[in-house]
């Protein structure tokens, strides 16, 4: 069975970093395209961040390109999220999702989802 | 403001057939495969419809999903009371280099 376990939410200050992880199992990592795409309380699905199963294709959400850096370790069959300078607005719970082509990471193809993180950000 | 254009509630009784509605654009569903995703309360997302009309196993063929131009649907047929959610239609927008969703359509069963 194909699971996804993100943890270290949590509620940090603004301006504070964070580290989220997402532990895979049930297929092979290391072929498959990640994605992070985030919920803030009471509203809508918004993407984050993509990154290709080799790590040669990264792409980012203008909103936090320049702090936020996606990551993966093939090895460990881990995603990560590093949060730097964060916001009220990055407030949210954060879900990591598989690509659900092995080939094209271009495309909002999510698929399966974990149960999410919730990141609160406030004074 | 959402970068695809969804209607914010829809309805319908049981069994009846209901459409939701997305609108994008030429650098997004003009030019790249819709998705749609249906979250119901207090749980993630699930992959509802992919590459613009496929269904993944296990989701019933009552969903079934097109796309013209820059427009897509999803049309849920038999409508049941579990099939009270949020729906989200997304895709892959070459302008932005990255994914867009529509806000969402919160479907109520009367």
């Known amino acids: 069975e194909v699971q996804l376990v993100e943890s270290g939410g949590g509620l940090v200050k603004p301006g504070e970093s964070l580290r989220l992880s997402c532990a895979a199992s049930?297929?092979?990592?290391?072929?498959?395209?990640m994605n992070w795409v985030r919920q803030a309380p009471g509203k809508g699905l918004e993407w984050v961040s993509s990154i290709s199963h080799s790590t040669n294709y990264i792409y980012y959400a203008d909103s936090v390109k320049g702090r936020f850096t996606i990551s993966r370790d093939n090895a460990k069959n881990s995603l990560s999220l590093q949060m730097n300078s964060l916001r009220a607005e990055d407030t949210a719970v954060y879900y990591c999702a598989r690509g659900g082509d092995a080939v094209v990471v271009a495309q909002a193809w999510f698929d399966p989802w974990g149960q999410g993180t919730l990141v609160t950000v406030s004074s | 403001q959402s970068v695809l254009t969804q209607p914010p509630s829809a309805s319908g009784t049981p069994g009846q057939r209901v459409t939701i509605s997305c609108s994008g654009s030429?650098?997004?569903?003009?030019?790249?495969?819709v998705y749609w995703y249906q979250q119901l309360p207090g749980t993630a997302p699930k992959l509802l419809i992919y590459?613009?009309?496929q269904r993944p196993s296990g989701v019933p063929d009552r969903f079934s999903g097109s796309k013209s131009g820059t427009s897509a649907s999803l049309a849920i047929s038999g409508l049941r009371s579990d099939d009270e959610a949020v729906y989200y239609c997304a895709a892959w927008d070459v302008s932005l280099s990255g994914a867009v969703f529509g806000g969402g359509t919160k479907l109520t069963v009367l």
């Open positions: 590459k613009n009309n």
């Open positions: 049930g297929f092979t990592f290391s072929t498959y395209n």
């Open positions: 030429s650098s997004n569903l003009g030019s790249n495969y």
